[in-house]
Structures are given as C-alpha cells and as structure tokens.
C-alpha cells in the first residue's frame, strides 16, 4: 500500500520554537523552529517512507469560521517574530526537499489536511498526519493515522480508529463532540460551561454525540450539569461544527506532484543548512554530502625552493591591490613555538600560492626573510587575512613587522557573534556562505583562502548593518598588532625570587595543614574528598549541605554554606587557594619562563564573550590577590633591567563610572564629578550617617552593594555574599535604589530590551547575545536577566581600556621611546619604562586613558611605578 506522509506545518514549528532552546545563526537569524521541523521531517521520511509527502500552512485571511464566529481565535497571542521570521526560511527548505506546500485563503491547514486525507484514503492510499494538534484525532480511521508529537518533537504517539476508541473510549468522529461540549480555549470554542475534558469524553462514550446528549439530559445526574447542557443547547451544537475539520476544501489535488522526490536539490539544501549552521544534519543527509563538493577546484603553485621564492619575492614586492592571507602557525599559544609553518595566500589578479615558510628559513633564512618583508612591508598591498595577530607574534620573532592589514575575518567573526568561543576558517566559509571547506591538507587550506574574498565582503557588510565599524577599525583591528608586541616583548621574572616564594608557600601550606589537622583532631588527606567528607560531616558533625553519588559534596559552594559553622573551613578555603596558587603559579610559572628570563603569554582576542581579553601559557590575568600570598606572586614580576621601572596604570572604579554615564543618573553622576569616594559616599547614602562617621564596615558593605548592582546581584546572593539576613541585604537594596533610581530603571529597561531582541550593546555597540532571558526555566532565565544588566557595563568597560591600549601603544610607538605596554589585567595596564622616559611616559599614559571617550563622568587613572609588579600597585 502506497503512503502519503502529511505535515501540519504551523503546528510543527509551533511546537519546535517552544520545545527547542533560541538558536541563531551568524546572521542573527533565528533557527530553532526551522531546526526542530527539520529534524522531525528527517525522522519521518526514514521511518514512514512515504511515496507522497505534503505541508500545509494556515494564511493569514480570515477563514469561513471567523465570519461564522467573530470571537473565533480571538485572545491569541500574536505569533512572536522570532517564529514568525523562521517560515519563508521552512519554506525554503521544503522547496529544496521538493516537497508541495499547500495554503489557501479562507480555510485552515486543518481543512486542507482532511481533505487531502479523504481524497488519498479513496485512492487506497494509507494516510500519516503530523502534528501537535489533538484536533487531527477526528480524522483518524483504519488507514489514516494521526500521529502526535510529544515533548516537543522528539516524542510521538501515533493514533487510528482503534487505538482512539481504546484510549478514549470514543470513535475519530465522535471525538468532535467532545470537542464541542468542552470547548476549546486556544481557538477560543465556547463549549458547555463547567464541562471539562474528563466529563466530555465520559458524556460521549456513553451518548454517543452531542444531539444524543441535549435528547437524554433529562437522564443526566447532577442538577448543576443538567442546566448548563439545557441552557446551551445552541452553543454546544454550533461548538461542534467549529470543531469540525473540513474534508472537501476546493482544491485541485494531483497525486504525482506531491510524489516524494529522491532526487531533491541536494545542493541547495546543503547550502541552506550551512547557513543555518546545521552541521549535525548533514550528516543524516547522505544524499546530500555526496552531492557536487562545492568547494572550486583552486590551482596554485607550491613556493618550496629558493629559486622560486625569489622569484615570488620580486612580483610580490611591485604588486597592489588586495592580498588574502591564511598564516598557518606551528603553535599558535605557546610563544616559544609560535613559528610561520607555511603560508598560503591569493594575489587579487595573479593567483594562489603555498610558500613553505619554516622550510625555506632552514635552507636560506635570509631569502625568506627578504620575501616576507616584500610581502607584509608592501604598503601597497592591502592584507585580508584569518587569526593575524598570531602572524604578527611570529613576524615580530623574525624582527619583522606588518603594514596595511585592513582586514581580519576572524576577530570580524568574533563581533557578529561573541558567543561561539572558536572560529575556524573552515566552519567561517561554511556558515556564510555554505561552502563545505575544510583544512585536512594544504590544497583544502587553498580553496578556504580562495573564499576568503567573499568571506571579506560578507563579514564586512554584517559589522556596516551592525555599525560595529569603529568597534571594528579603530579597536580590535589594531589590538591584533597592539597584543602581539605584548607576547614578544614578555615579562621578565627573577627566578631566584622565585625559588624564594616557592619555599616560602611550601611552608605555607604546611602550616596550614597543621592547623587543619589541630583542628581536626586527627591527621587525614585534604585534598581527598571522600576523607574530608567524613572529618566535616562524621567526626565534626557538620550539616550536610549535599551529597554526590561517590558520599559528601565538599565542593567551594558546600565550604561557603559552612563557613561560620566551624574555624575549620576557613583554614580549609586558605589552603585551597594557596596549593592551588602554587601548582598555577609557582610550579606554573617556572615552566614557561623563556631563554630570554621572560613570560611571554598568549593574549586571546577572541574567546570571551564579554569583550574582555583573556590570556594563556600562562594566565596572567587570574592572579587571586584576595591572600597576601597571592599578592607575592607579582613580587618576582621584574622590569627588563636596572634602567627601568614597572609602571601600573589602573582605572579607577571604571565600571560604576560606565554605569553612572549608561543610566544617565544623575546622583550617581555628581558623586563622581565631585571626586567622592563613591563606595564611601553609597555608605554614606545607604546607612544615612554624615560621611565623616562612615565605619570601615559600612564602606565594604557599600562597596559590596556598588559592585553587586553591576552584577544584577539579588538580596539573596547580596546576603550571602555579607553574611547577613536577606531583609537587610534587600533593605541596603532598596535605599540604594531609592537614592540613584535611574540606575533602577536601566536595570529594568535593559533586561525588557535584551528579552525583546535578545542581545545587549555597549557604548561602541559590541552585542553580547543574551538567549538565556527567554528560558522558560526561572534559574536560567534569571541568569539571563543578570548578563543583561552586566554586559553593556562589563562590556564597554572592556572597549575602553582596549581603545586606550591601542592609544598608548601608538602615541608611544610614534615617540619612538623605548618603553613598552607588556600586559592588560582588566582595568589595569602594566607597562616597562625606561626610568630617563618615566614622567613622559606617565603623561602619555594618563592623557591617553582618561581622554579615550568622554563619558558624563570623569575617568580617573591611578598611576603607580616600583621596581616590581607587586610594589607598582
């Protein structure tokens, strides 16, 4: 028997956008609906087989019932645009699956569904309708079976004439009158008052059907019921007809143009599902990934000889024009192997080319020298590049440098959509312009160098409609280059220092080891869970916060939960931190610590979704100083030599100040503008003393009330975080409000904005997409709530210390001094400067940080040198 496979195409999408988490694609489309659909049509096609295969949508016009029923519908909510925006996408797909799409105005996709059903019934044909609707059970008979999807889309119950009768204990048709007694609140069905399902379905079993029910209310128990049947006579008969799915729509209806095709178009669907990125359906498209690689077929030449590098040399060095450039780096994290392997780039008019870089160094370093000076020199050869800050670290190892880069897809990548934490070039050509690259070997890496000229013109167009422009050119482009002279120049520590501190946390963590087992009463393993379990919670008698499979939880959450419960767990916390500070930072730093006596560490450009830079091999950024112990640590941070000092420029309060400016408060605003103290001037405010009575208590809990705002922080965590009741922390809250309450109405306004469009901007527009906030689960959608109060301020934070590093390095690199930015920890820039440099360098720090944007509200450095990190705090 032939098979005809129906889908209830807005039921289905429906289903998937509210079953499925928000996706997007690198263009901000939305894709969850489409993805949920697609995968369900997938599954169904391999389970059903179908010889026939159809989707109906609902239009927009009016239907005969609207006109029957004025209030029919009325009440639902208007389709969200983040579904709506995804049909002409389904739409697409389904073209591309060849398959029919059925719609026509004045009746629903219900009506065309039963009809299409009735007519292939007739003709022999076993029918499947799929859907989310119980509405379709009526159409359900011996060869028509309605199959329901559950949990979303991943769960299905498949329903005929049978299994309706056993489940229900009514037949398809009699399930319409169910329908019309109890009504239906989402099509807006009146029903009979007081008759819910339960009473309907035990009223039809037994009567058959609602005009059998109105003959035999009389026979009806329970007085209540029997007048509300006898009383809406009419509305439940006309409930009914509402209720009931057309199945003679006037439709021409031809069997073999809805005939399931094998032979869809492979190609395009590929590409679409590339650009919806949705790699994992690939690969259950085998069709698909066989069709035409669609990858061009890319000649080049293989730059392996002297001879021929010279002659490359030569014609790069008069060349104009555009240049694509994939470097290709031996160790693109750990400095001391961060060497060019090869290169592989495109002439805009004269071809493609792989030169062997680290194979001709070996044979004639100073021909490859000279060809990469024609190349990245050429100021008249304009650089479109992928991951170029790395090509800048090794060009600069080689004392080497790069002019007119005007172009780097990756870190494009990274502004459009921050969250996806890694940008591969290949997974880039892919998902923009749906070309299935990769880089296996060297003539994959061609092709992907091919695309990247569209790659450009793409990327560069999404950050034009993003107006992420000056974001884009006049800050992170240039960081690329600012960053790469931080690795080179690196950060040179006394390792005689550091075999000091080593002894000294030794000691340390043996103390406080002693102490632990003092406290204790007996010696046992700390760093085992399952021994400190039974010491805290057996022994001790701790209440147990909770337990894992393998016993106790002693995680940091059970230890902070613990905290005042007994002076054990503070000495544990301490020693936690200091074994781990001593495996990250003393063992840890020993490790990396260059021929040159420098830590050169990996800036990371790319990875948060903050903004934010992050570093690698090893973290610099991350030193916890919250411990004197850990405040050592900069102590073995030296300058270069004894003509030099260390130089710490650090924002002050930046992010209040952001805050201040962004929500436009004013009292916020004045406390800064009269240089107050603010965590000083909130205590003030909160605990309403005179400043000058202001304890040293009130100003950390102030402070605490100040950063915590930033954060999105509630009462609870607040209370928490000072070990005090909710009702105060809600209290310090409520004044805080009271006294700067446009701080109170951004927090609102953000979080409202951010749920509408589901992504927050900071001053320069970086977008941090927050998908969270429309979690139907209340704990993400809180954490979603808090990334949107936060990131426009954390965020352009960020922006602004990268702009003023960016400006520092310039101003100092076109005063040819010899002094040099060697790192960024957040708010902070720690530079080596030549003591005969000092006060020039100080004003140029000073001048370049503070005057970076203009805010409402001053920015305020504080400058501080000393012959270490530790003493230029």
Known sequence: MEKLLILDGNSLMNRAFYALPPLTNSEGLHTNAVYGFANMLIKMREEIEPDYIVCTFDRKAPTFRHKQYDDYKAGRKKMPDELAEQFPVVKDMLKYFAINCFEIDGFEADD??????????????????????????????????????????TEKEIYDRKRMIEDFGVTPK??????????DTSDNIPGVPGIGEKTAFKLISQYKSIESVIENVENIPGKKLKENIKDNVETAIFSKKLATIVTDVPVEIDMEDIKSQENYNAEELRKLFYRLQFKSLLDKLPEAAETAEAKEEVAFENIDNVAALNNLSEKVKAAKGLIFVTPYISNSTAYSKMNID????????????????????????????????????NKELKKVGYDMKNLYTALRKLNLDMESLIFDVKIAAYLIDSSKGEYPLSELISNYIGIDASDDDVKDQVVENYYMNKLYEILNSKLTEFEMEKLYYDLELPLCRVLASMEEKGFKVNENKLEELKQKFSDEIATAQTQIYDLAG?????????????????????????????????????????????????KILYYRQITKLYSTYIEGLKNVIGDDSKIHSNFNQTVTTTGRLSSTEPNLQNIPVKYEMGKEIRKVFEPDNSECVILSADYSQIELRVLAHIADDKNLIDAFKGH??????????????????????????????NFGIVYGISDFSLAKDLKIPKSEAKHYMDVYFERYPNVKKFMEDIVGEAAKQEYVKTLLNRRRYIPEIRASNKIVKSLGDRLAMNAPIQGSAADIIKLAMVNVFNEIENRKLKSSLILQVHDELILNVYKDEEQIVKDIVKK????????????????????????AK
Not at 529 to 556: C, M, R, W
């Open 112 to 153: 065309l569904i039963g009809t299409l059903a009735v007519f292939a019934e007739k003709k022999g044909i076993e029918v499947y309708i799929v859907t989310g609707d119980r509405d379709a059970l009526q159409l359900a008979t011996d060869t028509t079976k309605v199959v329901i999807t559950k949990k979303g889309i």
């Open 174 to 183: 009699e399930f319409i009158d169910v329908k019309g007694l109890m009504g």
């Open 342 to 377: 090869h290169i592989v780039f495109t002439l805009e008019k004269d071809g493609s080319y792989v030169v062997e870089v680290s194979r001709l160094i070996e044979q004639d370093k100073a021909a490859a020298a000279s060809f990469l000076r024609n190349v990245f020199l």
């Open 522 to 570: 007996e010696e046992f393993n700390i760093n085992s869970p399952k021994q400190l379990g039974k010491i805290l919670f057996e022994k001790l008698d701790l209440p147990v916060i909770k337990k894992t499979k393998t016993g106790y939880s002693t995680n940091a959450e059970v230890l902070d939960a613990l905290y005042d419960k007994h002076p054990i767990i503070e």
């Open 676 to 705: 107050k103290d603010i965590h000083t001037k909130t205590a003030s405010e909160v605990f309403k003393v005179p400043i000058d009575e202001v304890t040293s208590i009130m100003r950390s809990r102030a402070k605490a009330v």
């Open 848 to 871: 370049q940080m503070e005057q970076v944007i203009e805010l409402s509200v001053p920015l305020e450095v504080d400058i501080n040198t000393g012959d270490t990190w530790y003493s």
